[in-house]
Nanobody, 122 residues
């Protein structure tokens, strides 16, 4: 059974940085595209970033493009999201996601993690 487990969330101040991790098991995730979504209270889950199986191509939503970096270590079966210059609009539950092809929307995702809370105080 494929499993994705996020870690690294927390409470930070505006302008701070955080690095989220997603440990994958149960599949050879080097063959899978992986990514991150987030969901704020009362809002729909939204795409944040994704990366191809090889790690050669990355994609971001416009509002995070200059501040967040997605990467994956296939040897460790781990996905990362480095988040810099955080602001209160980044406050949300962040979900790790995986699929057999690159994705930009929730319906295309095959596997989800349980989520990790990121709270940015002003």
């Amino acid at each position: 059974q494929a499993q994705l487990v996020e870690s690294g969330g927390g409470l930070v101040q505006a302008g701070d940085s955080l690095r989220l991790s997603c440990a994958a098991s149960g599949r050879t995730f080097s063959n899978y595209a992986m990514g991150w979504f987030r969901q704020a209270p009362g809002k729909e889950r939204e795409f944040v970033a994704s990366i191809t199986g090889t790690g050669r191509s990355t994609y971001y939503r416009d509002s995070v493009k200059a501040r967040f970096t997605i990467s994956k270590d296939n040897a460790k079966n781990t996905l990362y999201l480095q988040m810099n210059m955080l602001n209160p609009n980044d406050t949300a539950v962040y979900y790790c996601a995986a699929a057999d092809t690159i994705f930009f929307a929730a319906p295309s995702v095959h596997y989800w993690g349980q989520g990790t809370q990121v709270t940015v105080a002003s």
